[in-house]
């Protein structure tokens, strides 16, 4: 089963889409706190047991590279499955491997996204109780970070992320998935918040995040503006892209900043269908207010002003 699913998480969005779907008929779902933004009403949030926590979240140049914590035990089986489900949604299995790696199940693939001419190593490990994903992201024109590469191959789970710091040359985001919402039409279109630490380079982040929603370079920026949302600087952006195996997209993004936080909202859906206004008002509710994510009244959103 192929669906449109979070580039950022490379695979593992597809799967967590594949494994999301039949959620979609949960009467009531977890509670969302200190969101710092209002969802669309009636969409539904991920359990928060199914969205991924990002232990690490490191960038060099267009490389990307990250940890993420799922926290709910799987077999080993279960790893070569998941994996094989998310590596046909996203390209062509270049070469995998179920070697145990820190004496613990663990599933390996080096994915060929396609028509992107990038390479995708993903990782998925049962430790803890819980399930690791590593996601390492690179063209194909350059050799893989061995530093990364030897990373991944020891990777012990919390023994690991205890105490380290990014290999040279790499810069830690410091991000986190806040939750995913999915539209009440179905899983193809949903709505997905992150946070990161603040940093100067809010706008170059946004753009990388939007290009490598749709895994494939085939992205086409349709408009770019800057602007503010409850008095901090925003920017919001409009796309289209072909990812691999599904039908085209249409992405929307703002993303904002003040000195102490960092968040991101991205509203994707099939091009074919018309864009949900409900979701499209929920982006111009992105509010940090006296620097803690707080979600505006939702009978009073927080109004955007944007300048081309």
């Known amino acids: 089963m192929r669906r449109n699913n979070p580039g950022w998480l490379g695979a593992t969005g597809a799967v ?38 990002m232990m690490l979240s490191w ?21 070569t499955q998941a994996l094989k489900a998310g590596s046909q949604a996203v390209g062509t299995v270049v070469s995998s491997d179920s070697t145990p790696i820190c004496d613990a199940p663990a599933a390996k693939a080096v994915i060929r996204v ?20 590593s996601v390492y992201r690179h063209s ?22 205890s105490a380290t ?3 040279s040359g790499w810069a830690s985001l410091n991000a986190k998935l806040l939750g995913i919402w999915f539209s009440p039409r179905g899983p193809t279109e949903s ?28 992205v086409t920026i349709l408009s ?18 072909a990812p691999h195996g599904v039908p085209a997209i249409d992405v929307q993004m703002a993303a904002t900043q003040s000195s102490s936080a960092s968040y991101m909202l991205l509203y994707s859906h099939p091009k074919t269908s018309a864009a949900d206004p409900a979701a499209v008002a929920s982006l111009a509710t992105l509010c940090i207010s006296h620097g803690s994510p707080a979600a505006p009244p939702a009978a009073a959103p927080a109004q955007a002003t944007a300048t081309p």
Request: net charge negative.
């Open 59 to 79: 960038m060099k140049g267009t490389q990307s590279f990250g940890v993420y914590r799922l926290n709910f035990p799987i077999s080993g089986a279960q790893l």
């Open 165 to 167: 710091t990014p290999p």
């Open 140 to 161: 194909e024109s350059i050799q893989p970070d061995h530093a990364i590469d030897a990373f991944m191959g020891g990777f012990c789970g919390s023994r690991s992320l």
């Open 191 to 218: 709505v997905a918040a992150i946070s990161r630490a603040p940093q100067s380079d809010v706008e170059s982040w946004a753009s990388f995040a939007l290009s490598t929603t749709a895994n494939t370079s085939s």
């Open 16 to 53: 967590l889409l594949f494994l999301a779907a039949p959620l979609q008929t949960i009467a009531a779902a977890d509670p969302a706190p200190g969101l710092p933004f209002t969802p669309p009403a009636g969409w539904q949030p991920m359990p928060s047991a199914m969205v991924p926590d």
């Open 224 to 241: 770019k503006k800057t602007g503010t949302l409850c008095g901090n600087p925003a920017f919001f952006f409009t796309a289209t892209a």
């Open 114 to 133: 396609e028509d992107s001419k990038e390479l995708l190593t993903e990782q998925m490990q049962s430790l803890d109780g819980a399930m690791y994903v």
